[in-house]
Structure formats: structure tokens, C-alpha cells
């Protein structure tokens, strides 16, 4: 589980006809992930979606920006629309969706083997300079490996 599928086809059906997404990463929920009353506990998504966005960066060859410069999380927002259980395998579907002068954000969603909208999300990334300690300008590279792997201009 992990591994990028970049197409904007999912393996899991998409009834709400949603804007599609650049790529889906399968995640299949442990035993774990659970909470006592049996479901993914809130705080695991943030996981999926880690996994998902290390599993899209690698798939659009991005690593560290250059150098020093790597980004960072400046905020997320779940909205939880539906459970989730072990045993589960879960679509996490995600795109870059803007690119701004020193963030950009993804779009994701998080669906069942049925299609049902588990969870949507959204993540703000900050190109981020370890050395200075402060936000820096996304590169111009890796705007383009973003724009390339999008299949859009930003």
C-alpha cells in the first residue's frame, strides 16, 4: 500500500462526479488505525495523507525543493464525511491545485472499495529554507516538475 497510481482514473468509482484528481494511492486501513467504537480514529487521516502526498512527491520526482529549501505543512483541514474500518482499502485521491510564490496547496479525498466520500482534505505546503529558518520562494524546478506532473499550467 503506498504506491502512487498518477491517473486521473481511480480504481474506485466516483458517483459525485468530483474534479478529478491527478493521482490515487491505495491505503488499507490496520487494525491500529482504529479506534474503541471500531472506526479510523480522526487523527489517523492526517496519516493517509502523508502517505499519499511522500508517495506523490516521489512520483513526480520531487524530494527536497534544492538543498537546504524542503517544505512544510502550514495547514490542513479534514472535513470527516463517513467511517471508515480495518480492513478497508481506501482511495486517497490527491492534486496539487495552486501554486502561490512560496505555498501551494493539494486537494484530497478518501474514498471506500464503494465509492462512498470518506473524508475531503486540503494542505498548505510552505517552500521552507532549513538553513535561514524561514519561507522561501518555490523554486522555479520544482514548480515546473508540479506543473509537468499536474498536466497544467499554475
Known amino acids: 500500500m503506498g504506491t502512487l497510481n498518477p491517473n486521473p482514473e481511480s480504481p474506485i468509482p466516483n458517483p459525485d462526479g468530483a474534479k478529478p484528481f491527478t493521482a490515487h494511492c491505495p491505503v488499507e486501513v490496520r487494525f491500529r488505525d482504529c479506534d474503541a467504537m471500531g472506526h479510523v480514529n480522526n487523527a489517523v ?6 502517505i499519499a502526498r511522500f508517495a506523490y512527491w516521489k512520483a513526480a520526482d520531487i524530494g527536497r525543493l534544492e538543498g537546504d529549501i524542503s517544505h512544510i505543512i502550514a495547514r490542513v483541514e479534514i472535513d470527516f464525511r ?19 510564490r512560496s505555498s501551494f496547496t493539494m ?31 518555490v523554486p522555479d524546478a520544482i514548480r515546473a516538475r508540479i506543473a509537468a506532473f499536474e498536466g497544467q499550467v499554475f
Open 82 to 100: 463517513a467511517s471508515a474500518r480495518s480492513g478497508d482499502v481506501l482511495d486517497v485521491a490527491l492534486a496539487v491545485r495552486a501554486i502561490g
Open 45 to 50: 487521516y492526517l496519516t493517509y495523507l502523508e
Open 107 to 137: 486537494e484530497y479525498e478518501i474514498r471506500d472499495q464503494a465509492g462512498r466520500l470518506v473524508s475531503t482534505a486540503r494542505s498548505v505546503q510552505v517552500a521552507y529554507d532549513y538553513a535561514a529558518k524561514q519561507p522561501v520562494a
